[in-house]
């Protein structure tokens, strides 16, 4: 029997592949449904059909609230909820059936909570609290071509002919649209400015229906044109109504989507200027505003933006965590620090309150909010502050912090290992307190958990939640050992018996290589993407490989980096590359794979000849195509990272001598290896490089900066001083030598006046002078002109710091054989 209280209603044009997982969730007796199909040429109208729905069929005329509005008046439920078809029921169907009978006649529309998923991870989401339910033949109604508003008209006026204009007697209800940001969030819409038909906050309130939304995922995008149609249809709304704020801010959103940020902060600013304070959708204009001007690096203008909007909007914690983020770049780490903890006071109250407990209608939550702006994001960020600022124990709290407020939150595990290696912890108590934190979230969060899992992952069959949660948290955890550099503890949890987690084994490989254990490696790669050759016996790769178009997928499936440690596990077992190897690469790189492997297994160091490759001229230099070069350049990359440091000089010197004009010359070949050893932490075995470089030559103005960041952190400030000068004197607009160089005439400032002051007999005079130096000195240090280490380069900066000699006296008697265990 159908029921008279809820009924469903939707436009569609081909979507076929989203609106069974749509309808399957709305499964509920008796709802009434009408589906608005615009013209599908695919199975759309018959998938309706078959859950019951009524189609109607109609024109796309270029109008979205025309097409919306055609099945209103047909309701004969006394409530209408309006959906897409890319939206889903996560969880409150039947919590909603139950609330609306009690509502009071009164109230004419209701927000829900949207969740706008722009990522595979359970904090990749925004959260929106749109009005989707209203009472059907109360005057309510679409306006506007796209992003179309819900408005509420006097009954006298529903037969007018619609202008959005100022004088028209309406109340603009919120809808949802894209947001400007990467993540393409849902956003509030435009209200009208009269406050006398205005209703209130607390008459539209957040009743318990949770629905999921995926069609702003950047894979979505890409697979269609929305941007380019929403484009043509928000000029066609603009050449009707010129300057029209919402309008403007919604050109500021497509453009984003189309990469055009330039004309994106135009239209935002624009839009900006000629919103009313109130317009609903103001705030999240602004948040979108800032985010774009701190992608064009306009970074003064984003600060002083959020200077005036933080105090217009208290409790938008989403505003707050970048004005935290914009002066932590400024350096301003203690009022950087200040913002992150204003966003967590104000943030997880509006959490909560979202999430509409109990199964009652709560008042509505105010702002259009990144999932854990308010908490996890914002105590992550607090954190990271801490360590840096050398308050470790501080640091641990907040990362613990943050994750009892999501156990899975992949950033607060990394920086929690970090950390407590950064204090001296040991790999195996690094790996004690994170299962002991990781039994704790168990123990606390049990079944409630599992049920939100269960409603976060329908496709999971029932009371599979928690045991999916303790994989997660312990995939998490397993990520964060990795990548703090604590590889053999990492590789032992996947190992034991227990362990139910799927790690890639382009992961795992890439663990193996780095914890030294190569066989365990190659045999990992062997099994996993070989194919079986055909024939008696192993090609190698100097055989010719025949390529087929068939076989373009078998490479495809790779990624670079797993082709490059695939390649290192030959290599460090003294192993040359298969015709297996060679079929899963692209075909323009698979020269290069070859000339790589005859380098290492078949060149003779102290060769006459300039050029080692056989059937090529000497002097010749190859021509690789730019797939080819990044290849080569990415496994060198790789062999570092993964502490191979003989494989990766033997593969970057005698690469570079056949691959580039620049980099012939020995000084220009170490200057470069140099470079990259010091990126990953080498820092002590790059900087006898570049000595030995200086020695012969001038360096340029990066590496006389790495030179004195090398002196800096010894101490050594009037050499550091010196290098960051010479840099300058290289490249002028060199900002980190700039900053480098400010901070050591700082430091020599600063001492000056600590020792005048031990001579003066008025010290207290030289007071405020100190006080002021040292502001200035916190500022400059806070400024990110430093290389920042995490755990695994710091590891390797120890290592080169006590053993470099190992890797570099050897030289004379380089083995491919790079085994470590």
Request: charged share 25%; proline share 3%.
């Amino acid at each position: 029997m159908q029921n008279r209280l809820l009924g469903i209603h939707m436009i569609v044009q081909n979507e076929e592949q989203c609106l069974p997982r749509c309808l399957d969730s709305l499964k509920q007796a008796g709802l009434e449904c009408f589906i608005t199909d615009t013209g599908s040429s695919d199975r759309t109208p018959d998938i309706a059909r078959t859950y019951g729905a009524t189609v109607l069929r109609a024109d796309w005329e270029d109008d979205f609230a025309k097409a919306r509005n055609i099945s209103l008046p047909l309701a004969t439920t006394e409530w209408i909820l309006c959906l897409d078809a890319d939206e889903y029921v996560i969880e409150g169907l039947e919590e909603l059936m139950a609330v609306l009978p009690g509502v009071h006649k009164s109230i004419t529309r209701l927000r829900i909570t949207i969740e706008n998923h722009y990522g595979e991870g359970l904090e990749d989401k925004i959260l929106s609290h749109p009005v989707r339910l209203f009472r059907a033949h109360h005057g309510y109604r679409y306006t506007g071509r796209v992003h179309e508003q819900l408005i509420h008209q006097a009954p006298a006026e529903q037969s007018c002919d619609f202008t959005p204009n100022k004088s028209t007697r309406e109340t603009y209800v919120r809808w949802d649209w894209p947001q400007a940001n990467a993540a393409n969030e849902l956003v509030d819409a435009h209200a009208d400015a009269d406050a006398d038909v205005k209703v209130k906050a607390e008459e539209e309130l957040l009743v318990p229906l949770r629905l999921g939304h995926d069609g702003y995922l950047a894979t979505v995008i890409a697979k269609g044109d929305k941007p380019k149609r929403n484009l043509r249809l928000i000029e066609r709304e603009l050449a009707d109504h010129p300057a029209q704020p919402f309008h403007l801010y919604n050109l500021g959103v497509t453009r984003c989507q189309l990469g055009d940020l330039e004309q994106a902060a135009d239209a935002f600013g624009e839009s900006l200027e000629f919103a009313e304070l109130q317009a609903p959708y103001r705030a999240t204009l602004v948040k979108d505003l800032v985010k774009v001007l701190v992608a064009l690096e306009r970074y003064e203008e984003a600060h002083m933006l959020l200077t005036a909007e933080c105090c217009r909007y208290p409790a938008y914690p989403d505003l707050h965590l970048l004005y935290g983020e914009i002066l932590e770049r400024q350096g301003l780490e203690e009022r950087a620090y200040r913002a992150y903890a204003r966003a967590s006071t104000c943030g997880s109250r509006q959490d909560d309150q979202a999430r509409a407990s109990g199964g009652e209608a709560v008042t509505k939550p105010v702002y259009v909010t990144e999932a854990g702006s308010g908490s996890y994001r914002a105590y992550t960020s607090m954190a990271r502050l801490a360590q840096k600022r050398g308050f470790g124990q501080e640091a641990v709290r907040l990362y613990e912090l943050a994750l009892e407020h999501l156990s899975t939150y992949r950033p607060a595990w990394m920086g929690l290992a970090d950390v407590l290696q950064q204090q001296g912890f040991s790999d195996e108590q690094i790996t004690d307190r994170l299962l002991h934190l990781a039994n704790q979230f168990n123990e606390i969060h049990g079944t409630d958990r599992a049920d939100r899992m269960n409603h976060l992952c329908p496709s999971l069959e029932k009371n599979t939640g928690q045991v999916r949660i303790e994989i997660k948290i312990l995939m998490e955890m397993v990520y964060a050992l990795a990548e703090c550099g604590a590889y053999k503890q990492a590789l032992h949890l996947l190992g034991s018996e227990t362990s139910n987690v799927h790690i890639p084994a382009g992961d795992q490989l890439h663990w193996m290589l780095c914890a030294g254990q190569v066989t365990d490696a190659w045999h990992l790669a062997e099994s996993s993407w070989k194919e079986q050759d055909k024939g008696s016996g192993q090609q190698t790769c100097s055989s010719s490989i025949a390529v087929t178009g068939g076989q373009d997928a078998l490479y495809a499936n790779l990624r670079a980096e797993e082709r490059s440690d695939w390649a290192l596990a030959c290599w460090a077992n003294g192993r040359r590359l298969s015709s297996s190897f060679l079929a899963k690469s692209p075909p323009a790189e698979r020269d290069m794979w070859k000339v790589a492997d005859h380098l290492l297994f078949e060149y003779t160091p102290g060769s006459s000849t300039t050029n080692p490759i056989p059937h090529v001229p000497d002097g010749q230099l190859l021509k690789w195509d730019e797939s080819a070069q990044m290849a080569a350049k990415q496994v060198v990359i790789r062999a570092i990272q993964s502490g191979r440091l003989v494989l990766a000089r033997q593969l970057h010197e005698r690469l570079a001598r056949i691959m580039s004009e620049h980099e012939r010359t020995e000084m220009a070949i170490r200057r470069s290896y140099a470079g990259l050893l010091y990126r990953y932490g080498y820092t002590m075995i790059a900087a006898e490089l570049l000595i030995q470089g200086m020695t012969e030559g001038e360096l340029d103005a990066e590496g006389l900066f790495w030179l004195g960041e090398t002196l800096f952190a010894k101490g050594h400030l009037e050499q550091a001083l010196s290098l960051f000068e010479r840099a300058l004197e290289r490249d002028s607009n060199y900002s980190q030598a700039r900053a480098g160089a400010a901070v050591c005439y700082l430091q020599f400032a600063l001492d000056l006046i600590r020792q005048e002051q031990n001579r003066s007999s008025e010290p207290s005079v030289l007071v405020a002078q100190q006080i002021a130096l040292e502001q200035q000195l916190r500022t400059a240090e806070g400024i990110p002109w430093r290389t920042v280490y995490r755990a695994k380069e710091r590891r390797n900066h120890h290592a080169s710091t006590s053993a470099s000699e190992s890797a570099e006296s050897d030289a004379a008697n380089l083995s491919v054989h790079d085994r470590q265990g």
